[in-house]
């Protein structure tokens, strides 16, 4: 945790030595997030985003790839699949469309189902408001078509640490979707070459994000109760629930917590 | 996916360019769909007050998502993706490092896949 915020402090000052008198302007109930500098959308910002996602795009390639093989299996066009990884980036809906895939294409199940998957977005966007209020609505809504699992966790963890940088949605989103649009081509040119993404290990990615995450958004005895009652909620919607409702209804479980016993 | 199209001859280049309206159509309903969950959220909140006591919810959403993904995706999981969590979580802990703590989960799956 001490880490955390020594690196915090180094990054702020090598990017602006911002006034510090905004320290004592925010008491957040996190407490890591008191003293942010003003957050700001800049180049430097999109590009620290960029690269820092770029390790974990290559990892969504490999589910770009498998993507594609499934797409073209499915009898979807290397056009049509493209175009779909370029317009609705967001993995998991995708492979559950062209998992349903068929002929006469099922129009009512895949729309739903992209709706319940994708539902868990707008509970992910709403937690990025601290930082997101204080950009513009093109650069707030902009910057939210390219969110994915990914790199909405780099997002948090970056800007949890006091960095400032509006833009690194942004930045982390384009190495997404480049890896993930590229991917999509390469596997549904090669159809079935390339076998199956958990034998290298990519599909333990996503978990590896957010384990990660985890760790360091733990911040101790006030965490406890809402994650307890998060984790709780979501297991039970998951034995309860298809799909990913356990998600909306673990975080949703935990924020109604916290504004009950807020004082 | 059913097993007439998988038995269908697969990317022929001259169809690989192909757009079918319907196909683009379903595409962009999903595309629609989509964005709109993604922005639906922060839409929401900036039509309102945020009072004090939502940003307090707000402020344990992080966690809490994150918690609420990993619980039954673990759930499901083996002792391979257990153990390989572990790594993670020490790695990330210890160097705050997040490309070291993926290289070290992805190896520590791979290889405790193959001893499991």
Redesign the interface.
Known sequence: MTDTNERADSRRSEAEPAPDGCSEESTRSSGQSVGFPPVSFSREGVKIGFLTCVPVAIGVAGYGIAFGVIANQAGLSVAEAALMSATVVAGASQLIAVELWADPIPIGAIVFTTLAVNLRYSLMGAALEPWFSHLSPKQVYGSLFLMADENWALTIRDLRTGSGRGAFLLGSGIAIWTFWVVSTVLGALAGGVIGDPTRYGFDFILVAVFVALVAELWDGRSTLLPWVVSLGTALLTASLLPGRWYILAGGIAAATLEVIRYE | ??DE??A?P??SFD??????P???A??????I???A??????W???RIE?S????????????????????????A?GPA?WG??VV??V???RS?N??L???G???A??LF?GLF
């Open positions: 996916m059913s199209t998988k269908m697969l990317s169809g690989a360019l192909s757009l079918d319907l196909v683009v379903v595409i962009a309903a999903m595309a769909i989509t964005y969950t993604k922005v639906g959220g922060l929401l909140l900036s945020v004090d006591r939502l940003e307090a919810g707000l402020a344990v959403l992080p966690g809490a998502i994150v918690v609420a993904i990993l619980g039954p995706e673990l759930a999981a993706e390989a969590a993670v979580a790695i990330a802990w705050n997040i490309l703590a993926l290289v989960g992805v190896l799956v791979v896949r």
